[in-house]
């Protein structure tokens, strides 16, 4: 799914998905963590964490680094 699918697939897939968990909100976001929309996100919706209560989802906190591009007359020095 995190490829390039067609319209019509992902249509039908949440509509299997609504099926099954006779919830279109629930399905949207699982069809969406199934696509890859909720890697790297600051935040998380609270239907992605009910997923995670279901068993339907895994949850990992990893800590982010930023970076930004120097001013250019820092280096650092070499130890001899």
Same mark, same amino acid.
């Given at each position: 799914?995190?490829?390039?699918?067609?319209?019509?697939?992902? !249509?039908?897939?949440? %509509?299997?998905?609504?099926?099954? =968990?006779?919830?279109?909100? =629930?399905?949207?976001?699982?069809?969406? =963590?199934?696509? %890859?929309?909720?890697?790297?996100?600051?935040?998380?919706?609270? !239907?992605?964490?009910?997923?995670?209560?279901? %068993?339907?989802?895994?949850?990992?906190?990893?800590?982010?680094?930023?970076?930004?591009?120097? !001013? %250019?007359?820092?280096?650092?020095?070499?130890?001899?």
């Amino acid at each position: 799914m995190e490829g390039n699918p067609t319209r019509e697939l992902v !249509s039908e897939m949440r %509509g299997h998905l609504e099926n099954i =968990l006779k919830d279109a909100e =629930l399905a949207a976001v699982l069809l969406a =963590l199934l696509r %890859g929309k909720y890697n790297n996100v600051p935040r998380l919706p609270k !239907s992605v964490h009910k997923l995670e209560d279901m %068993g339907l989802a895994t949850i990992e906190k990893i800590p982010y680094y930023n970076a930004k591009p120097g !001013s %250019g007359n820092t280096r650092r020095k070499r130890r001899r």
